[in-house]
């Protein structure tokens, strides 16, 4: 069934996966968040991110090609801006409700799409733009700042939203010429060292069997999330991309009522639905501006190269 999806639709598959697979591992970031610093969840997690890349490099690759950088400037760029959103949202997710660092994190999207257009020259209709306004207006409803207490997980989930968008649009520049090694190993190994670094500072404690056990997890599935999004954003445009970021606030009601006991109020139940609706009707309208141009470039290839039985009469009557 795979092979018969298009390269866009099986990136934006690939980005549902990536988002599905984040969207676990922060829940149980939240969950080890009262037994651990930061820094400590965070370099266990980055060490056991490197498992599912030893079964996915390319056989072409090797291991020792990691910082044979093509466009170093650009793929730093990427290793600085994923390590700065990994320690802060990891910060955020465990200082305030997972609902909240979760619609900020949504302004990747918003951001990466005005990227697209600063950066990448990528052509955003006008109803684009105006979806991305409302999801805006849908996270403001959510976080609702100036009617209630900012906190520094707040600053930092937005912070960490803007690191992101960067990095998503720089590796949409790169992905077809840097090795996946690279992409893959380079900002997991900038990761490594500043939340080593962290630890020297604020002191380490051993984990227990069960917290260990829960930060092989979250680094197992950070590194699957992270190696679908590269594969997302090699076959479709950030702009299609971006949006299945959206899904995630669905992880979020999940896993923050089950286990968190943290139910959103109307005024930001309305703000999520406000950003749902925004995001489907992004991803609706962009499947049926592709069917209309699919359409039109058929009926355009028969009006110019008719074919002969566009000019037969009509057949003999049916006896």
Known sequence: MLRTLSPVSLGVLCALGAMAAFSTGDALVKALGGSLSVFEIGLF???F???????????????????KLRRPRLIILV???RTLSAILITYAFITIPLAEAYCLVFLIPVLATILSVVVLKEEVSLDRWALVVVSFLGVLLVVRPGFREIELGHIFAFICALAAAVSLTTIRLISGAERRVTLFALPGLFTLAANLVGVFVVGFTWPSPLLLGGLVVCGVLGGIGYLLQLKGVALAPASRV???QYSQIVWALLFGALFFDEVPDAISLAGL???VAAG????FAD???TRIA???AEYRARRDNPSPDDFKGPGPDPV
């Not at 890349?53 to 910082?67: G, H, I, N, Q, V």
């Not at 489907?280 to 991803?283: D, R, S």
């Open 49 to 67: 991110s490197f498992l599912p890349a030893l079964f996915s490099k390319p056989r072409e690759e090797r291991w020792r090609d990691t910082f």
């Open 242 to 244: 971006a949006p299945m």
């Open 280 to 283: 489907l009707a992004n991803i």
């Open 45 to 47: 997690t980055t060490i």
């Open 287 to 289: 499947g049926a501006r």
């Open 79 to 81: 290793a600085l801006c």
């Open 273 to 275: 639905g406000v950003i």
């Open 294 to 296: 699919g359409r039109w």
